[in-house]
Every structure is written in structure tokens, then in C-alpha cells.
């Protein structure tokens, strides 16, 4: 039932805006204006809008070094940023769409069935990036969006509270996390985004359901965990000291600490959910298409891969990008020996009423 409440919801507002742009402000010809493959040509145009506007889901802090690299490349292009997670994301862009309120340029969503969305109802320009043919199809949604980096599922811990072998322990399987010694140690993240339901999909994967399923997430929770509303708030929550670990984060917003030089380690139990999470593009309404089409362009090159994994520490998805990352070369750190794949159509018709059984089970927690 609750399925196709959530995809229905979805579809009938999709629709509606699509209705209302079309009356409000001619949809039909947004797609057919033509944008100049030049770059020197781009950026003189970008520079005569002066800003984008940039809708994204990760973690604001690394995203704002992204902008301000992209700045010092074009200056005169100013980037503005929202950090909007998932569904909300979608649910604000639409509103504003339907209102002919058009803010964002861009789009960095964590919901790859909404992206999906969103293209198929119109939203999103068709534009081919100079790079295009280097991205795997797995990360790619025709010239319409592009997921610019790796998620993978990680239980990120802090370093000067769990020991050597205790991190063994956790990093050997799934279930480590059950261990006595850690009840009551830990932060697990009660919110609806990519990342917060990826392993909870692994979980409630019926091929799985022997090995972990509904009884082993109840577990998780008679651990007694910590219960935040965010994930960055979770990690920062561990690495001043009050948990030892969040059960589960990822490895990028983990890397940015670890650079920072704060006592941050991560394991990924195997099989790994590792994912095309984010998906980037440029708004088909974008009051700055030129300044959009511009950043969009550089964060798909080289340059933007090496510039990602500088201030996020995500594995590119361009292909030959150079691994730039000096984690990779610590002696603790262990790369994905085993990855889980998504399956991206129980994800669209699940996703809804998985979080509920697990924001549910989470709530026992605190019983």
C-alpha cells in the first residue's frame, strides 16, 4: 500500500507540474534553445549571468571548496548553494517549478529513481558533456544526469575510541555490530536519503533474508544506539568523543575528517552497497543556463574529478581519471572486497515502506 502511495504521490505531482509549466510558461521551448560547445564562448556568457544556483545533498562543507575551485577557475561566476537531501530536494524544485518560481540551475539529487523522474516528466536538459563517453552507463542517464562519484557504505569510527580490534571485529561482517562490547556505543541516523537507506536495501534484500532481514535490523536497535536526525551531525557527534562509531555512514564524508587530521577510520563489511547515489544535472528552467551548462561541464572533467575527490574523498566515476586519494596508501585502509549492487527497481517500488519498518525498528531503541 504503501508503495504505490509513495510512487503515485510522485507521478501525480510530476504531472501536475508539467500542466502548470506548460500553461505558465511555455514548457514546450525550453529544450530548444542552443548553448555554445566552446568553452572561452560559455564562460563569456556564464560571466554575463553571473551566478548559479546549485541544489545538492552532500555535505555542505566539502561542496563549498568544490564551488570555490570551480570560482577560482571562471571568475565573475559566482556559485550559490542549498543543501537539500532526497525527496525534499525533489519536492522543493517541484513546488517551485509548478509556482513558475525558477531557482535552481542545477540539480545534485540522492535519489536515483527521482532523477529518473524528473527526465522522463521533462525537467531536466539534455546536454552532452565534453567528457560524456567516459562515464560507465551504470553512472550515466543518457546526456541528462550524471552520478560524478561513488557512495559506498562504510562504518566510520573514531580512531582513538574503538581499537585495532575492535574495528577488526566490526569491519568482518555486518553482524560485528552486534557484539555486547558495543551496546550503547554507537549513532545510527534516522532520516529518508540515499545513503540512509542503501544498506537497510541490502538488508531487506529477500536473498538476504536469512543473514540479516527485519530480525537483524531489530537487533541493531536493541543495541541501544544514539538516534540522529542527520548524518554529518552523527559523525561530528562521534569525533568530539560521545560515540565511538555511527553504524553506518560512507566513505566520503569520512574522508574530509580524516584530511582534516580528526581520529577518523572506516571498514565496509562485505558485500559493500556501493552505488550511484548523487546524480548530477542541469534544470531544463535554469534562470542561468549558460553559468549551469559551465560548472556542469567542469565537474564532469578531469579537473572536477580531481577536484571532488580533493575536498570529498570519493571514488570518480570518469573513466582514467587518476585515484588521487591519499587514504588508498594507509596501511588501515581496505579497498571493496566484495560490492552489493543495487537493484534499482525495488528501490523505487521498497524504498518507502523499507524506511518505515526501519525508522519504526529504530524507535524501539530508545524503549
Known sequence: MFVNTRRGFFRSFATAVAAGVCLLVGFGSVGAQEYPADEAELYEKAKAEGTVVWYEAAPLEPMQQLA??????????????????????????????????????????????????????????????????????????DDHAFAPYTTDIAIVYNSDRVSEEEAEILGSSWKGVLDPRFKERFAIVKRNCGTCYAAVHMFLDPAMADEYGESFLQAVADQKPTIYADNPVAL???????HDFVFWLWEGIAYTKWQEGAPVRWVRPTPTPEFGNSWQAVSAHAPHPHAARLFHNWLLSDEGAVALQEVYG????????????????????????QRYDVD??????????????????????NQ
Open 68 to 141: 570555490s575551485k570551480f570560482e577560482a577557475k571562471f571568475p565573475g561566476v559566482k556559485v550559490q548553494l542549498l543543501r537539500i537531501t532526497g525527496p525534499q530536494q525533489y519536492q522543493r524544485f517541484m513546488q517551485e517549478t509548478l509556482a513558475g518560481q525558477h531557482i535552481a540551475d542545477m540539480l545534485l539529487l540522492s535519489d536515483q529513481p527521482l532523477m529518473r523522474q524528473l527526465i522522463a516528466d521533462g525537467h531536466i536538459a539534455e546536454w552532452e558533456v565534453p567528457t560524456a563517453d567516459r562515464f560507465p552507463e551504470s553512472f550515466r542517464m
Open 236 to 242: 561530528d557527534r562521534v569525533l568530539a568523543g560521545e
Open 314 to 337: 570519493a571514488s570518480t566515476t570518469l573513466g582514467g581519471a587518476p585515484d588521487t586519494r591519499t587514504v588508498s596508501q594507509e596501511p588501515w585502509y581496505e579497498p571493496i572486497q
Open 344 to 365: 534499482w527497481e525495488r528501490w523505487a517500488s521498497d524504498y518507502t515502506t523499507d524506511m518505515q519498518r526501519w525508522q519504526a525498528i529504530q524507535d524501539t531503541a
